[in-house]
T-cell receptor, first 116, second 113 residues
Framework: DTGVSQDPRHKITKRGQNVTFRCDPI?????LYWYRQTLGQGPEFLTY????????KSRLLSDRFSAERPKGSFSTLEIQRTEQGDSAMYLC??????????????FGQGTRLTVV | AQSVSQHNHHVILSEAASLELGCNYSYGGTVNLFWYVQYPGQHLQLLLK??????LVKGIKGFEAEFIKSKFSFNLRKPSVQWSDTAEYFCAVNARDTGKLIFGQGTTLQVKP
């Protein structure tokens, strides 16, 4: 499968624990996005990278959240001291941008986080 | 503020009925427009997109959408739905410089056989 892959697919954690999710984008894609989706809502933008540079972070991304894309390939999203309100589906997407071209974003299947 | 509004939260249709899902957006700059679909248990998939040119765009599975700039709308249509179209549909816009997507709240479509 050469699409966007996310790991794990499901994560159950106790409140206060740290969790880390991984996203592997489509290999030639230079942009990588993180979104969060709660039940009955559309995905909400969290942050994005162009290559290894994190170019924008949403105000939704509190200081407990950190994202990295160290070599411009895979990315990790870490949530420290999880809270029940962090329970959601975390989606990763990637796209190829630049040189005046626009392309659509391709989404992974998401990581469903449940904080108990 | 940038926003996308989908008019219908839950739509129930019988097979062969026609479908139109409304989408309006508020955005200050030049945008690209998208409809994504999420079938039960699956990831978001692109149905169709508008970047420029002909405002009537055709997507997969017989879907089409029309961009009406003066109305800030991008409504999704299908002349005859099938049971397999049961899914959640999301309208989205992005800024051409960042590619960041702003999604509507989604419309759940249930097609009865």
């Amino acid at each position: 499968d050469t699409g966007v892959s996310q790991d794990p697919r499901h994560k159950i954690t106790k409140r206060g624990q740290n969790v880390t999710f991984r996203c592997d984008p489509i290999s030639e894609h230079n942009r990588l996005y993180w979104y969060r989706q709660t039940l009955g809502q559309g995905p909400e933008f969290l942050t994005y990278f162009q290559n290894e540079a994190q170019l924008e972070k949403s105000r939704l991304l509190s200081d407990r959240f950190s994202a990295e894309r160290p070599k411009g390939s895979f990315s990790t999203l870490e949530i420290q001291r999880t809270e029940q309100g962090d329970s959601a589906m975390y989606l990763c997407a990637s796209s190829l941008e630049g040189q005046g071209r626009n392309t659509e974003a391709f989404f992974g299947q998401g990581t469903r986080l449940t904080v108990v | 503020a940038q926003s996308v509004s989908q008019h219908n939260h839950h739509v129930i249709l019988s097979e062969a009925a026609s479908l139109e899902l409304g989408c309006n957006y508020s955005y200050g700059g030049t945008v690209n427009l998208f409809w994504y679909v999420q079938y039960p248990g699956q990831h978001l998939q692109l149905l169709l997109k508008y970047f420029s040119g002909d405002p009537l765009v055709k997507g997969i599975k017989g879907f089409e959408a029309e961009f009406i700039k003066s109305k800030f709308s991008f409504n999704l249509r299908k002349p005859s739905v099938q049971w397999s179209d049961t899914a959640e549909y999301f309208c989205a816009v992005n800024a051409r410089d960042t590619g960041k997507l702003i999604f509507g709240q989604g419309t759940t479509l249930q097609v009865k056989p």
